[in-house]
C-alpha cells in the first residue's frame, strides 16, 4: 500500500524530457502561486501561472527572489511545526 500523501506530476523540459516530480507544498505569496517540486536529484521552486482552464509552471530566474520566497517558506513551515 503507497502512503505517499503527495501528488506528483510529468514535467516536460524545454528539450522535451518528461521527468516525475512530487509537490511538496502550494503557496501564496504577493499575490502569486508558487511550487515547491522534488524530483530524483533536484528540488524546485516554480511560479504556478494560470491560463484559463490549465496551469503552468514557470522557473523563477532571479536568485534574489527565489531566496526570498524560500525565506517566507520557512518562516511559515517553522511557524506551523511542521
Known sequence: ????????????????????????????????????????EETLLMRVIDDEDEQYLVGITDPKERDAILDVYQVAVESENF
Open 1 to 40: 500500500m503507497d502512503k505517499d500523501p503527495k501528488d506528483h506530476i510529468t514535467i516536460r523540459d524545454d528539450n522535451g524530457n518528461e521527468k516525475e516530480f512530487a509537490v511538496e507544498a502550494l503557496f501564496d505569496m504577493e499575490q502569486q502561486s508558487y511550487a515547491l517540486i522534488t524530483g530524483d
